[in-house]
């Protein structure tokens, strides 16, 4: 069972890595990932959300979604929207200061496409509470992984003379490609001979 | 269409999703199902399609309701409606088309959280009329659909040879396989922009240019005199 | 506001309804022919089959009111296939091994009476195209999974060093992959073996 666990966390987090391997979370990831600490802050926020909706998506389809498959879609997106909505609550009377610091990243967490992906992912893969949660865990260290990654080389780049035909999403999407590539080699990781 | 004017209001707005606003080239939106599934021409096809059915019913039903839907609540509402139809055109892609369905995977699902579809809501299919709305949504979503049938025809030619799955290059072509794999993704819809970035920056050279050679002949009609002058003649 | 909202709730349950219980039908025909298509693939000579199902500690014939039932916890599944004239020919069992890059999902087919497995399928994998997916193109890796005999273990061995009928030759240039199925096909079935052998000795 813990090697299962653990082949889900690291297929999730470095093998299978939902940014750069599952194209999930990219709106973040082009948008965010200029500062350091800014890609830091939005990962690990991105965690707590997806610690909470891989909970909540086991709950419902456990309990509720067995009976009308047909709302699992709509009831995942509404339980991601509320939980933004209620983790920004929390976070605005907890941490003020952390709070100023996310600003306008909280909401748009709701649109990145790694959260509902995980919870459609784990469902499909049929995962129970710990095994999602390990899941989640994995994903979201990914998630960061390649975040914090991405921001460092662009802050490294600020030094450089780019040529302004390639400046933006362009050199920013090869530099993916090239993380994505890098990333490659973890397969097999797992591996038993 | 009543006169020539309104013609033309619909094919301005018809056509700007289909280039100079193209959601995924100018936009750079929607690319999580953008670089997902365009591993090969077919995928990225079908892809484009299902969007396409999301966007226009969407965008009619948010265009036809938009007096009765209250500003509050009016992104929740969006959402409500696009889950529907994307939950729809799941169900229908398993029971039709069950091959593109398992190729597709999840990604179908993530449509509902393509913020193009929620962004043409917001901007133009709440604040205009049903004809105009339902235009703008075709045009978005074939330019779209365009995005991912290059992006995902450049991958399989590349990275497998072949074009709608025949073969084009015989068996002795060796296949450029991170092309269909996830870099691929990334790389190609780069270099695409790219391309398009020096396109776009060759035209302005271009137009300086034009601009530059006017001004100078400009200003050597008004001097001609003085150039006279200075020669002696 | 809040009627709004719930207007369009109402609307959209009103046409999810109505449209998953009009493909559902179609898509649960779609799943059977696959499986269908699947079985018959791995126990060549087959033409109808039945489901049994692993719960309570044991291999039980799955009725057909219990199909159509569909508990909420799926316990696993295999398939006895059947020839024209009502023989028991063997067992179609589903696996799945974490390969190079995600799980690798297969089906074989098991002959009781020889101790053989006689054929092989892969239903689902992300291998590297060009690599490891061999495992599904490779045509003498998937033939010599067709006459393998499973004791006393299935086994990897280097290519052109086959000696024994229980032994399977890895695929140059896929080396992870084929062990992955190698030793998916081992642990499948020796996890089913001593149910199997209880439901025989039952018959």
Redesign the interface.
Known sequence: MAADLLWIFISAMIINNFTLYYFLGLCPFFGVSDRISTALRMGMANVFVLLITAFCAWFLNTYVLSHAPYLRLISFIIVIASTVQFVEMAIKKMSPVLFKALGIFLPLITTNCAILGLALFATNKGYGLLEGLVYALGAGGGLTLALVIMAGIREESKLLEIPKVIEGTALNLIIAGILSMAFMGFAGLFSTS | MKNFEEAARYHEEFIKGLWKENPVFVAVLGMCPALAVTNTAINGLAMGGATLFVLTFSSLLVSSFRRYIPKEVRITTFVIIIATFVTIVDFLLQAFLPAIHKELGAFVALIVVNCLILGRQEAFSFKNPIRLAMVDALGMALGFTFALFCLGAIREILGNGSLFGVSLFGPSFEPWIVMILPPGGFLSLGFLLLFFNWLKQRKEQKQSLVYLADTVAEVAEKNEGIIYLKRGV | ?IA??GI??L???L???A??LF?RP??EA?QAE?LRLAVFQVLPGSSSFQTLEFSNDKLALLSVEQENNAP?I?HPQIYAGYSKSGKLLGFAIPGEE?????KIKAIFGYDPQRRMLIGFEVLDSKE????GDKIIKDKYFRTSLTSLEIDPKIVAVKPGQKTAANQVETITGAT?SS??VI?LLDKTIRRWLPSINIYLAKQ
Do not use: E, H, W, Y
């Open positions: 506001m709004t909202l369009a709730g609307f959209s349950g046409a999810l309804v449209v998953f493909t179609i898509i779609n696959a909420k799926k974490a390969g190079f890059q995600d590297t195209p060009g690599l992870i062990k992955t030793r």
